[in-house]
T-cell receptor
Framework: KAGVTQTPRYLIKTRGQQVTLSCSPI?????VSWYQQTPGQGLQFLFE???????NKGNFPGRFSGRQFSNSRSEMNVSTLELGDSALYLC??????????????FGPGTRLTVL | AQTVTQSQPEMSVQEAETVTLSCTYD???????LFWYKQPPSRQMILVIR??????QNATENRFSVNFQKAAKSFSLKISDSQLGDAAMYFC???????????????FGKGTKLSVKP
């Protein structure tokens, strides 16, 4: 069974640009969560999607947005990039938030560098 | 709001020895889940072990075990017979059990970098 895949793996952008990151969950998983990982702030929750609906959202500005498609694939978008957006963006998939354990499986991440 | 604190930014252990990584958390909830995740260098984060707050028995997974002290809000990870492959960042994480556990987001500590010396 294929794991969580994220594309692209590496990305370099300049300030002011926008970027779209993609996440394909494990087959059969309907929930996707996004996290931002930086050396200073650690791992911070961005948002969670289930059945194309955003269920939870972390404390990030509106420049960060996401969506989920009917095949459970998810994209996140960051507009008007700032230097501080440089980070490793991790996607995690799980079967169903309603399940007790709902173990999250993480992808390899997309390393975004903003110059 | 819940917080997770890992007070040891870095730890080192000799191969075959035992090491304990510390984690404390703060919450007003009575039911929740706790996790330890491992993130090897340039590799994907994987779940090491998990604990349900309502279970008093400490979880174990082969060489990995936890010491869960609910009253003290402490959740430490013990790695026995350390191996070179255990070298990684270890993250302690919390997830609310509110709404039947449907609050899928994990709250992570800052991590502990574990080095294993041959």
């Amino acid at each position: 069974k294929a794991g969580v895949t994220q594309t692209p793996r590496y990305l370099i952008k300049t300030r002011g640009q926008q970027v779209t990151l993609s996440c394909s969950p494990i087959s059969g998983h309907r929930s996707v969560s996004w996290y931002q990982q930086t050396p200073g702030q650690g791992l911070q929750f961005l948002f969670e999607y289930f059945s194309e609906t955003q269920r939870n959202k972390g404390n990030f500005p509106g420049r960060f947005s996401g969506r989920q498609f009917s095949n459970s694939r998810s994209e996140m978008n960051v507009s008007t990039l700032e230097l501080g957006d440089s980070a490793l963006y991790l996607c995690a998939s799980s079967r169903n938030p309603g399940l007790v354990w709902n173990e999250q499986f993480f992808g390899p991440g997309t390393r975004l560098t903003v110059l | 709001a819940q917080t997770v604190t890992q007070s040891q930014p870095e730890m080192s252990v000799q191969e075959a020895e035992t090491v304990t990584l510390s984690c404390t958390y703060d919450t007003s909830e009575s039911d929740y889940y706790l996790f330890w995740y491992k993130q090897p260098p340039s590799r994907q984060m994987i779940l090491v072990i998990r604990q349900e707050a309502y279970k008093q028995q400490n979880a174990t997974e082969n060489r990995f075990s936890v010491n869960f002290q609910k009253a003290a809000k402490s959740f430490s990870l013990k790695i026995s017979d350390s191996q070179l492959g255990d070298a990684a960042m270890y993250f302690c994480a919390y997830r609310s059990a509110r709404d039947g556990g449907s609050q899928g987001n994990l709250i992570f500590g800052k991590g502990t970098k574990l080095s294993v010396k041959p």
